[in-house]
């Protein structure tokens, strides 16, 4: 499924003394089984974009294609678009209600009108997906488990409905380094084995580099940068001209190149920074 942003802006609040424009004529386009990185500070617009994407908000100007069609042309296309377009929002767990984690994740499907098998296997299926042994977690309390459990049993919730697209929502945020690893794993599996069409927004510019194939950075409700994580992340000067921070292996490539030193634009591979910077310190040294 092809997703086209064109040319979207947002106000909340409009015409009250209040009004705050949070997106700002902002275009880009998510090709079948991309992973995309959506990058920016708090307050860049990032979750405001990505509930658009699913259909939650409309739109103050501008348009969402889907496959070429304008979601928001008709109300029935609308409830189609969120089970096609899963969205895991910001801190999901919070949105865990239900007793057991099976209920949980049976909500999506029983909603879409489901028979109670199919929403079974479904669930089991989708716990799979995430790495949960359905045996062992389908009766817990999503209350009893760790920070990144909750996490993939929300992520679970959305799997459940068989989205197109995946959207994650600062899905590792908050979580200790294992959780960020488990669920970071989980996600480049789903990409890379299930084929999905995956939407990661984030802050965190070394999480988007080691696993994004375009990126898209905003700032103020705009898109500042954009391409693949090497065009952007050559772009140094404009990313610090924006107050973000590098990911460390391009961060220290352009700060060594401030230095003078003879190196590539950048580099986002560890073992391939190592190599130029013994070959530069051995030409240097010689
Ligand atoms: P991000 O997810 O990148 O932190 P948001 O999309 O949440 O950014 O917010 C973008 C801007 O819109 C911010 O200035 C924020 O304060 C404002 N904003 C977000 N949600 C609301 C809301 N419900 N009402 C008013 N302003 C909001
Ligand atoms: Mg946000």
């Known amino acids: 499924m092809r997703i086209e ?19 700002d004529g902002v275009s880009f386009s998510v090709e079948e089984g991309e992973f995309v990185g959506l990058i920016g500070e708090t307050g860049s617009g990032k979750s405001t974009l990505v509930q658009i994407l699913n259909g939650i908000l409309r739109p103050t100007a501008g348009e969402v294609l889907l496959d070429g069609i304008n979601i928001f042309k008709e109300k029935a296309l609308l409830s189609k678009v969120r089970f096609q377009i899963g969205l895991i929002f910001q801190f999901p767990e919070q949105q865990l209600f239900a007793e057991t984690v099976f209920e949980d994740v049976a909500f999506g499907p029983r909603n879409m009108g489901l028979g109670p098998e199919e929403v079974s296997r479904r669930v089991e299926e989708a716990l799979l997906k995430v790495g949960l042994n359905p045996l062992q977690f389908r009766n817990r309390s999503p209350f009893s488990l760790s920070g990144g459990e909750k996490r993939l049993v929300a992520i679970a919730g959305v799997l459940a409905m068989k989205p197109r697209v995946l959207i994650l929502d600062e899905v590792t945020a908050g979580l200790d380094p294992k959780g960020k690893k488990e669920i970071l794993a989980r996600i480049q599996l789903l990409h890379q084995k299930e084929k999905a069409t995956i939407i990661m927004v984030s802050h965190d510019m070394d999480e988007i580099s080691a696993l994004a194939q375009k990126i898209i950075i905003l700032k103020g409700g705009r898109v500042v940068l954009s391409g693949t994580p090497e065009e952007v992340f050559s772009r ?42 013994k070959k530069e310190l051995t030409r240097a040294s010689g």
Do not use: N
């Open 236 to 277: 140094g000067e404009v990313i610090e001209a924006q107050g973000l921070a590098l990911p460390t292996i391009p961060k220290l490539f352009y700060s060594l190149k401030q230095c003078g030193w003879d190196l590539p634009a950048t580099v986002l591979d560890l073992k391939e920074a190592c190599r130029l910077i």
């Open 5 to 23: 942003a064109k040319d979207l802006t947002y106000i909340y609040g409009a015409g009250l003394p209040w009004e705050r424009k949070a997106l």
